[in-house]
């Protein structure tokens, strides 16, 4: 009859020997299948056996190959690899030294490098890499160009002489030859930019990032660790950032085209800070009697009383300011007159 098999593991090949009666001679002997088995990892324990490659077919099982043995357990229990999260994505500043070669260029915010967190999971033949961390190193940078002073309002540098040519540039400029501008305001410019990388970055690192990342795999083998796994795979997890740096990058250069509308985010952006400092010099043009501008509101005449004599004429208000006059407002009119009669003398 047929006696239990057995293993026998040589130096070079293994082979499942089944026992067999020779009924011709009366005895027993051994013969051999002419199919090699090999280790047989099961991917839920991590456990190994010997089986041939047509019979390691369960679906937690995974044939090592060919005359591989157990005797260094080959094997690796299969890991969790949960979905990557993009809110955990973050971006941090890092330094860069900036090289201003572009005359009109007063500001950059620019992606420098991407810091990827990488643990690894084992399906019982294999380690794969797993994505667990991104962070998006930027470098940002800002100055006033050239011959460019900031603009520091009525209380500071601005002047009869300088308020309109100051009102102007930061109302329509500023400009590449301008003289004067608002650091402030290239700061708000490139947050602009800066708010697309967080988002940008976190929905392709839960897409493409992750898939090519996680494609990156060693075969297990007797002995490797978590670690030497690794190891092993950092040169190819490298290789995929600098395509995944590049690529995010021409994402984001989308969005900074965009950012650059006439009256698009970045404009919005600057004029946040331009516009009140605008209306302060204006302002301040106006109650002071300055010329006229335009970049201010045009200049408004109104009714101004002369109470002592009940006449009327068309001023500036800051020009209705004698003893015994009072403004009736910006486009008042003096016709008819709508100042009171002087009082009665007295007897």
């Avoid at 380690?127 to 209380?155: H, I, K, N």
Wanted: with cysteine; glycine share 10%; hydrophobic share 30%.
């Amino acid at each position: 009859g047929n006696r239990p098999n057995d293993t026998i593991n040589g130096a070079a090949v293994v082979y499942m020997a089944h026992w067999y009666d020779d009924f011709a001679n009366g005895n027993s002997r051994q013969i051999f299948s002419d199919d090699p088995c090999g280790a047989c990892c099961n991917t839920a324990t991590g456990g190994c056996g010997l089986k041939k490659s047509g019979e390691c077919t369960g679906s937690e099982e995974h044939y090592q190959g060919d005359n591989t043995t157990c005797d260094a357990n080959p094997c690796c229990p299969a890991g969790d690899n949960p979905e990557f999260d993009p809110d955990s994505v973050t971006i941090e500043e890092t330094q860069r030294s900036w090289d201003w070669t572009l005359p009109c260029m007063g500001g950059g915010t620019r992606l420098e490098d991407l810091r990827l967190t990488v643990d690894a999971t084992c399906d019982g033949a294999h380690w794969c890499a797993v994505l667990s961390g991104v962070t998006g190193l930027y470098s940002m940078d800002f100055r006033l160009l050239p011959g460019q002073t900031e603009v520091t309002g009525p209380l500071g540098n601005t002047t009869s002489e300088n308020f309109c040519q100051q009102a102007t540039e930061l109302k329509y400029g500023p400009y590449c030859n301008g003289h004067w501008s608002m650091l402030a305001a290239t700061v708000a410019h490139e947050h602009v930019h800066l708010s697309h990388f967080l988002p940008k970055l976190g929905s392709y690192s839960a897409g493409i990032m992750e898939q090519l990342v996680e494609e990156i795999c060693v075969a297990q083998s007797p002995g490797k660790t978590k670690q030497d796994a690794l190891a092993e795979m950092v040169p190819r997890i490298l290789y995929r950032k600098v395509h995944d740096l590049d690529a995010v990058r021409l994402l984001l250069q989308w969005d900074v085209e965009n950012d650059h509308q006439p009256g698009g985010p970045c404009d919005q952006a600057e004029h946040q800070v331009y516009d009140p400092m605008i209306e302060e010099i204006c302002t301040y043009a106006k109650n002071n009697c300055w010329d006229s501008c335009p970049a201010c509101p045009a200049i408004q005449l109104g009714a101004c009383c002369q109470m002592n004599t009940g006449n009327c004429a068309l001023k500036r208000e800051c020009e209705c300011d004698g003893l015994n006059e009072v403004y009736n407002g910006d486009g008042t009119l003096c016709v008819p007159n709508p100042c009171a009669p002087p009082p009665p003398l007295s007897p």
